[in-house]
């Protein structure tokens, strides 16, 4: 499908990791998926807020941080570009003004299940996170690692190291975790082909959609993190359901090129 714009659009985004470590995440995964030409601005987390305010944008209503990343920039041929904010918008906005059939985030009658899916990975009650967020300061350049740490601390309530449990709170922890991908996995058995679905190891069986690349995203943030502890999250969690997660992972890596 033809873009019906011919400049390049930009996406911005937050740059994780060390100076050199360009992390893909949901978006990027959905530009990759739908072929799209783009051309990343990289900010760094502590920044986030000030490019945008100079951008003239104003704070994001019902959103935990007043301005996040992403958002993407899509010229129009006369007149300023079309920005909009946030993952889910973001895709929304690629199927609409690039409709490929073929390629869509979000496939003919999924929006409102997607919704759901999101809804449900991304919970704030989920056991992964006092696991995974008090890690992402020491993988953070100087300015954003203090940021970082004091922004979700502040957010926490406490500080972030002690927001990890450690010892038989940490297996505890751990078994918490497996049970919420247990409950996910025993949803997409429901795909298999003996059970009538349509086979496949993505959400929606046998197609990609919005809802892998979040679920991905997140998957590659854990590979990115680690505890003196318990290691790489993601060496745990890739072993889970049978590989159901690495086989997922594996499947999405096309759509992982850092641009
Ligand atoms: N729901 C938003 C959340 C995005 C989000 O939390 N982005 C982080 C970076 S990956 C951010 O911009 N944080 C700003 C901050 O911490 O000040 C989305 O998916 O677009």
Same mark, same amino acid.
Not at 105 to 110: D, H, K, R
Not at 229 to 233: A, Q
């Given at each position: 499908m033809e873009s019906t714009v011919s400049i390049t659009p930009q996406l911005l985004y937050a740059q994780w990791g060390r100076a050199d470590e360009r992390i893909p995440s949901p978006s990027r995964l959905v530009l990759n998926y739908k072929r799209l030409p783009y051309k990343t601005v990289w900010v760094s987390i502590h920044e986030v807020a000030s490019t945008l305010r100079d951008l003239g944008l104003e704070p994001l209503q019902?959103?935990? &941080?007043?301005y996040t990343l992403p958002i993407i920039a899509d010229p129009t041929p006369s007149g300023p570009p079309i920005i909009v904010r946030d993952s889910m918008a973001i895709a929304q906005y690629l199927d609409k003004t690039y409709p490929d059939e073929q390629r869509l *985030? &979000?496939?003919?009658?999924?929006q409102a299940l997607q919704a759901l899916f999101l809804n449900h990975i991304s919970?704030?009650?989920? *056991?992964l996170w006092p696991l995974v967020i008090p890690l992402i300061p020491a993988m953070l350049n100087e300015g954003a690692s203090q940021y970082y740490y004091e922004s979700r601390g502040r957010l926490w309530g406490m500080p972030l190291e002690q927001a990890r449990p450690t010892g038989e709170k940490l297996e505890a922890a751990w078994e918490g975790v497996k049970a919420e991908f247990d409950l996910l996995d025993s949803f997409l058995e429901k795909n298999d082909v003996q059970s009538g679905g349509v086979g496949g190891d993505f959400i929606m069986g046998n197609r990609f959609s919005f809802a892998d690349a979040i679920l991905v995203g997140y998957f590659i943030l854990m590979s990115k993190v680690k505890s003196d502890?318990?290691?790489?999250?993601w060496e745990r969690i890739r072993g889970m359901n049978n590989g159901r997660w690495e086989r997922m992972w594996k499947k999405c890596e096309e759509f992982m090129e850092v641009k």
């Open positions: 019902g959103s935990l &941080f007043e *985030a &979000f496939p003919s009658g999924s919970s704030q009650r989920s *056991a502890e318990d290691g790489i999250p």
